[in-house]
């Protein structure tokens, strides 16, 4: 225990995936500071080192299905953006692989035409995130959701991290994918030493840990 406590005092550990399950143990732990029960203080992580090189991280894509917002098109999402031109710069294209072009933020797609998004000013977007660190600032789907997209919620969408799925679901629903690039280990330990706390639904880490072990009860 001791090994381990001089390691982790010595390199800083980074809550990258399952803010759910460290928000669930603390609230048991508040919780249960009054009762005799052992072990309510603590619970289960894994650690696994940022450089690991099977590390991975996906994109995690967004297909709009909220009834009260699916009626956007990409008409609407065009005008959207050239609302805000002095932020965005977006090129329309029937090209389907967007989403690997330098320099870009993301893609809206119905599955055949896509308007591949970019930063055009680097001013305008600090004037529009007041506050907020650079790190932060340079993440696509902050401009996808608190800029492009302020007024919807995580239930508006379902998720896909496979870029084909993402595209034959928005061809198949008639709806529109939201195409964002993964997040790398490094952009995310960059925002969180600044502070700050990634958009919900940014990481889908690679490998999984095993699970189903060990069980816990929280009743």
């Not at 732990?29 to 650690?47: A, I, P, V």
């Not at 590390?55 to 805000?84: E, W, Y």
């Not at 940014?202 to 095993?210: E, I, L």
Request: net charge positive; proline share 5%; charged share 25%.
């Amino acid at each position: 225990e001791q090994a381990l406590r001089d390691l982790i005092a010595k390199n800083p550990v980074v809550i990258a995936d399952g803010h759910h399950r460290y928000e669930t143990s603390w609230n048991y732990k508040k919780e249960m500071e009054q009762s005799r029960l052992d072990g309510t203080n603590r619970t289960l992580f894994f650690l696994c080192p940022m450089d690991d090189s099977g590390l991975v991280v996906f994109p995690t894509h967004r297909i709009l299905t909220q009834p009260g917002h699916s009626a956007l098109g990409l008409r609407d999402i065009k005008q959207r953006l050239l609302d805000l031109s002095a932020i965005f710069d977006f090129k329309e294209s029937y090209s389907t692989h967007s989403i690997r072009r330098k320099n870009f933020s993301f893609a809206v797609t119905d599955g055949k035409t896509s308007l591949d998004v970019s930063i055009k000013s680097r001013q305008a977007l600090q004037k529009a995130l007041p506050g907020k660190a650079n790190a932060y600032q340079d993440l696509p789907l902050v401009h996808l959701h608190a800029l492009l997209l302020p007024e919807m919620k995580k239930e508006d969408f379902i998720y896909v991290h496979d870029d084909r799925e993402a595209l034959e679901l928005a061809r198949k629903k008639q709806k529109l994918a939201f195409m964002v690039p993964a997040t790398s280990i490094q952009d995310l330990f960059a925002v969180v030493r600044a502070g700050e706390v990634m958009p919900q639904k940014s990481t889908y880490f690679y490998p999984k840990v095993v699970t189903g072990l060990l069980f816990r009860s929280l009743e």
